[in-house]
């Protein structure tokens, strides 16, 4: 089992910048991939960033060149700097967390608003 914490939301205007932070606990050594998605009001969950244990990144086309993913050095962290940020980008985040074998564990969320 896999436990995830969020923090960093909050509300931004556009242009602004905000950082998530997301803290693993419990079977960390099974982690292979950590990564955030993030919901908006109607609209499916989608992919922002991912990284894994090898430091293979890919990020969500809505975000490149804007948003860096990156991990702390215990690896039990993820960190998901957000800069030039859209009203669009107003959503719930999602910290993810994938093990080796596969099985996917979520944090509860972090809501960010981007307004003026």
């Known amino acids: 089992q896999v436990q995830l914490v969020e923090s960093g939301g909050g509300l931004v205007q556009p242009g602004g910048s905000l950082r998530l932070s997301c803290v693993a606990s419990?079977?960390?050594?099974?982690?292979?991939?950590m990564g955030w998605y993030r919901q908006a009001p109607g609209k499916e969950r989608e992919l922002v960033a991912g990284?894994?244990?090898?430091?293979?990144?890919n990020y969500g086309d809505s975000v490149k060149g804007r948003f860096t993913i990156s991990r702390g050095n215990a690896k039990n962290t993820v960190y998901l700097q957000m800069s030039s940020l859209k009203p669009e980008d107003t959503a719930v985040y999602y910290c993810?967390?994938?093990?080796?074998?596969?099985?996917?564990?979520w944090g509860k969320g972090t809501l960010v608003t981007v307004s003026s």
């Open positions: 993810n967390a994938k093990q080796f074998n596969s099985a996917m564990y």
């Open positions: 419990g079977s960390i050594f099974s982690i292979n991939a």
């Open positions: 990284i894994n244990n090898g430091g293979s990144i």
